[in-house]
């Protein structure tokens, strides 16, 4: 039905968590480069930086971003959409996946990239589809 293009759309929009972790990885990297050059225009022009944003600097403030963002953001639209999406479910054990990755960081018990054993699966994928232009930045 129509009404289902909608959350469709919204599902593909929101999809870096649960993808492999190289390339969900290469996603946030780029994201997270225009929230910095937001903060930085933001003081450029006497405003104060989204809050947000300003501690992006560091793989500390990343991590912290991206487990926010999976934990009120992707998670629960992602279980949601695996009750109706049978075909989902292997995103979410991705997107989880993705979060141990990202906490690990966090906790200094290893790097984003050894935090998984997809990592290189996602890191080979990363590196096809930037060099296709799928990753512009």
Sequence with gaps: PAELVPALLHLAD????????????????????????????????????????????????????QLGFIDVIAAPLWRAAALVLPGAAARVDALESNRLAWQRQLSGDGTAEDATTSEEEGTAESERRSSHGDVPC
């Design 14 to 65: 929101l999809s870096n968590p649960v993808q492999p972790f190289g390339l969900s990885r290469r996603w946030a990297q780029c994201v997270c480069s225009e929230f910095r050059e937001q903060a930085r225009r933001e003081k450029e022009l006497g405003l104060p930086p989204t809050q947000h944003f300003a501690s992006l600097e560091c793989e500390e403030g990343v991590a912290k971003l």
